[in-house]
C-alpha cells in the first residue's frame, strides 16, 4: 500500500506540474497570433478554467463508472497530440478574437489538458477505495503545490534560459513519461478496483448529504476567488506589461491559497483573514476612485498581490470548511468548485467587456468578494453582519461612483477585446480652449490642443524635437516623403503630412480608426494622403508588397502590455523589407515599466543597421511630453546630419539583454522595477 501511495502522490505532482507549466507556454506561443495584447492571457485563463471543469466533469463521470478502457484510450490520444504539438494559426477575428484563442488552445493542448486535469480528482477517489477510508484531500494540495513549482520555475529558469520550441519538445517529453505511468495505474485498478456496488466500502450512511445552500457555496466562493485572480491579473497585465511573469505571480498567489486552505485550514483563524480583507478592500477601492492615476510597478504589484491573497485565501478557505465528508460527493465537489472557477473567469475574461464600455472589473469584484463574505459570515453574529454589510453598501457606491467618474467629461467610450478606450473632455489645462484625450485604460494614447495655433501641432510624444520629429523633418530633405506607422492612436503623426506625402497606418484595435476620424481633426486636416489598415501590423506587413517606407515609425509599446513579436529579429527583417534605400525605422520606447533600448539597440546590430537615442522634453505650453525614441538606420549620412548629431546619442546596452526572436524573448532583464 506504501507504494500505491507514493505512486497516486507521484502522479498527481506531475500532473499538475505539467498542467500549470503548460499555460504560460501555450498563451505565450498565441501573443504573436494575436497581436500581443494583454487580454489574450485572460482569455487563455477563461479557457484553462473551461478546460479545468471539463476535466473535472469527466472525473466525476469516470469515478462512478468502470471504464478503465475508455481512459487507456484517451491516454494514447492524448500523448499522440501532445508529441505532434505546434502553433496553430486559427485566423482570427480582429474584433473579438475570443473564439479563435479557445480553438488554437483546443486544437493544441486541448487532449493533454484534459487528462492532466482530470487526473487529481479521480486518483483521489480511486485512492480512498484502494484504502477504503475517506477522501485523502491532502493530495489537492500538493497537486497546488506543484503547480506553484511551475510557476515559479516558469519566468525565472525557463522562460529566460529555454527557446518556445525546446519549451513544447521538453514538456511533451514530460506528458509522455506521464501517459506511461498513467496507463499503468490504470490498468492496476482495472484488476484491483472493486464492484460498482462495493465502490464505498466504508459506511457512509451514517454521514449526511451535503445540504444544498453548501452546494452552492461550493461554486459560488471559488467564482469569487476566480474573479479576483482574473481582475488582477487583467489590472496587472493591461497597465504594466503582457508578460508570463505578471500572469503568474497572480496565480501563484491563487494556487497558494488553496494548498494553505486544504493543507492548512487552521493556520489563520477567520478573525485575521477578515481583518486584513477589510483593510485590502477599503484601500485599493479608494485608490480606484482616482481612475486616471496608477502605481509604481513594484507598489502595485505588492497591494494588489496582497489583496488576491486574503481574498482567494477567504473563499478557499469557507469553501474547503464546506467540503463534503462523502466520498462518494468528491467529484462532485471538485466539479462544482471547478464550476465556479471557470464562472469567475468568464465574468470577467468574457461577458464585463462585452456588457460596460468602461473597465469596472476590479470595483465589481470587490463588492461580489464584500457580498461572500457576508454570506458565509451572517451566522457569526451581529458584528459580522454590520462590517459586511457597511462594506458591501460601500464598495456598491463606489462602482456608482466609478461610473460618475468615468462619465464626466467623457465624449466617448467603447470596450472591446483590446481594451477600454475612453476620449476625455478637458477645459481647464488651456483655459478658453478644448483639449481632447484619448487613453486606453489609464495610458495616454495621444492629446489634440483645439486653438488656431496649435491644431495641426503634434503634441505628446510626436513634438517636432522628439526621435519622430527629428527623423521626419531631415529624411528626404524636400521630396515627397512614403511614411508607415504602427498604432494609429489619434493620428498625430499625420499633422507631419505635406502635400505629395503618403502615410499609411496599421492598427490592430477596429474601434481607434473611428475616434481617431471622428472626435480628432489630425486625420482630416493633414495633406498627405491617409490609408489605415485594420489588423495586427506584423501579420498586414508579412502580406504587402515592399511598401518602400521613407521612415517606419513603430509605435506600439507606450501602452506597456508590450506586444513582442513586434521586437524580435524576424520582425525587425520584415520591417527593413519594406524600407526604402537608406530608409529610418524610429521605434517609440517611452515606456514607464520596461526599458527597451538595449534590446533595440542588440536587434539594430543583428539587422546591420546603426542604432541611436533621441530623448526630449516636456514642453507643457504646447502639450509636449518628455519623450525617447529609438531610430535605426543603415543610413550613415542621415546620423551625420548636424540636426541630428546634435541630438542623436549611443544607446546604452545591456549585459544581461539577449537578442530576441520569434521563438526567444524574456522581459525580466528590463524591467524597471
Known amino acids: 500500500m506504501t507504494f500505491s501511495r507514493w505512486l ?26 494575436f497581436g500581443g495584447s494583454a487580454a489574450v492571457w485572460l482569455t487563455c485563463l477563461v479557457f ?16 462512478h463508472r468502470s471504464r478503465t478502457y475508455l481512459h487507456l484510450a484517451l491516454l494514447l490520444l492524448a500523448a499522440a497530440s501532445a508529441i505532434a504539438w505546434s502553433p496553430q494559426n486559427t485566423g482570427s477575428s480582429s474584433a473579438y478574437p475570443v473564439f479563435s484563442i479557445f480553438l488554437a488552445l483546443a486544437l493544441s493542448i486541448g487532449l493533454p489538458f484534459l487528462v492532466l486535469g482530470a487526473t487529481s480528482p479521480m486518483l483521489q477517489v480511486w485512492l480512498a477505495r484502494l484504502q477504503t477510508s475517506a477522501i485523502p484531500y491532502r493530495l489537492f494540495a500538493l497537486s497546488n503545490l506543484a ?13 529566460p534560459r529555454v527557446t518556445l520550441r525546446a519549451q513544447r519538445v521538453l514538456w511533451s517529453c514530460g506528458f509522455a513519461a506521464f501517459a506511461l505511468a498513467s496507463a499503468f ?21 451514517q454521514i449526511a448529504p451535503a445540504p444544498l445552500v453548501h452546494k452552492i457555496l461550493w461554486i459560488l466562493l471559488p467564482m469569487g476567488a476566480a474573479m479576483q485572480l482574473s481582475a488582477v491579473t487583467s489590472y496587472l497585465t493591461a497597465n504594466i506589461a503582457a508578460i508570463p511573469l505578471l500572469w503568474i505571480l497572480p496565480l501563484a498567489v491563487y494556487l497558494i491559497t488553496i494548498i494553505l486552505a486544504f493543507q492548512f485550514p487552521g493556520l489563520l483563524p477567520r478573525g485575521i483573514i477578515t481583518r486584513f480583507l477589510v483593510v485590502m478592500l477599503a484601500g485599493l477601492g479608494y485608490m480606484l476612485t482616482n481612475v486616471d492615476v496608477s502605481l509604481p510597478i513594484r507598489i502595485g504589484m505588492i497591494f494588489f498581490l496582497a489583496e488576491v491573497f486574503f481574498a482567494c485565501l477567504f473563499c478557499h478557505t469557507e469553501a474547503c470548511a464546506l467540503r463534503p465528508k462523502r466520498s462518494s460527493e468528491a467529484t462532485l465537489f471538485y466539479l462544482l468548485f471547478a464550476a465556479g472557477g471557470a464562472l469567475g473567469s468568464f465574468l470577467i475574461g468574457i461577458a464585463s467587456p462585452m456588457i460596460f464600455s468602461f473597465n469596472y472589473d476590479l470595483a465589481l469584484t470587490f463588492l461580489v468578494t464584500a457580498l461572500l463574505a457576508l454570506a458565509v459570515t451572517w451566522s457569526s453574529g451581529w458584528a459580522q453582519r454590520l462590517l459586511w454589510s457597511t462594506s458591501s453598501i460601500l464598495l456598491l457606491v463606489l462602482v456608482f461612483m466609478l461610473y460618475a467618474a468615468y462619465r464626466r467629461d467623457t465624449p466617448a467610450a467603447v470596450r472591446n477585446f483590446y481594451g477600454s478606450l475612453r476620449v476625455r473632455d478637458s477645459l481647464a489645462e488651456y483655459p478658453g480652449a478644448v483639449v481632447l484625450t484619448l487613453t486606453n ?21 510626436y513634438a517636432e524635437d522628439s526621435g519622430v520629429g527629428l527623423a521626419l523633418r531631415n529624411c528626404c530633405l524636400d521630396r515627397a ?49 491617409i490609408d489605415i489598415v485594420e489588423g495586427d501590423a506584423r501579420a498586414s506587413l508579412a502580406a504587402d508588397s515592399p511598401q518602400k517606407f521613407d521612415v517606419l515609425v513603430i509605435d506600439a509599446f507606450t501602452g506597456d502590455a508590450i506586444p513582442l513579436h513586434l521586437l524580435t529579429a524576424e520582425a525587425v527583417a520584415l520591417y527593413k523589407r519594406h524600407l526604402a534605400p537608406g530608409g529610418i525605422l524610429a521605434f517609440h520606447i517611452s515606456n514607464q515599466h520596461v526599458d ?14 546603426k542604432a541611436m537615442r533621441v530623448s526630449s522634453f516636456a514642453d507643457d505650453r504646447r502639450g509636449e511630453f518628455t519623450a525617447s525614441w529609438m531610430l535605426l538606420s543603415d543610413n550613415s549620412g542621415f546620423f551625420a546630419l548636424p540636426a ?5 546619442r549611443q544607446p546604452i546596452g545591456n549585459p544581461k539583454v539577449r537578442l530576441w526572436t520569434d521563438d526567444y524573448s524574456s522581459l525580466l532583464p528590463i524591467l524597471r522595477w
Do not use: C
Request: aromatic letters at 10%; a positive charge.
Open 48 to 63: 484553462f478554467q473551461t478546460a479545468l471543469l471539463v476535466a473535472y466533469l469527466y472525473a466525476h463521470w469516470l469515478a
Open 644 to 648: 541630428v548629431a546634435s541630438q542623436a
Open 8 to 33: 497516486f502522490a507521484g502522479l498527481v505532482f506531475l500532473a499538475s506540474f505539467l498542467l500549470f507549466l503548460v499555460e504560460p507556454i501555450a498563451a505565450k506561443q498565441l501573443l504573436p497570433v
Open 481 to 529: 516623403r512614403n511614411i508607415g506607422v504602427v498604432g494609429l492612436g489619434v493620428g498625430t503623426i499625420a499633422a507631419y503630412g505635406r502635400p505629395g506625402d503618403r502615410i499609411r497606418f496599421y492598427e490592430i484595435n477596429p474601434a481607434v480608426a473611428p475616434i481617431a476620424r471622428h472626435f480628432f481633426t489630425y486625420l482630416r486636416d493633414s495633406a498627405a494622403h
Open 596 to 609: 527597451l533600448e538595449p534590446e533595440i539597440a542588440l536587434l539594430a546590430t543583428s539587422a546591420g543597421m
Open 147 to 159: 503547480a506553484l513549482l511551475a510557476l515559479a520555475l516558469y519566468p525565472t529558469l525557463i522562460e
Open 441 to 461: 485604460g489609464i495610458v495616454q494614447h495621444g492629446t489634440q490642443i483645439f486653438t488656431p495655433e496649435l491644431r495641426r501641432i503634434p503634441t505628446t510624444y
Open 185 to 205: 495505474l490504470t490498468w492496476k485498478m482495472r484488476l484491483k478496483s472493486p464492484a460498482p456496488s462495493q465502490a464505498s466500502p466504508h459506511d457512509e450512511s
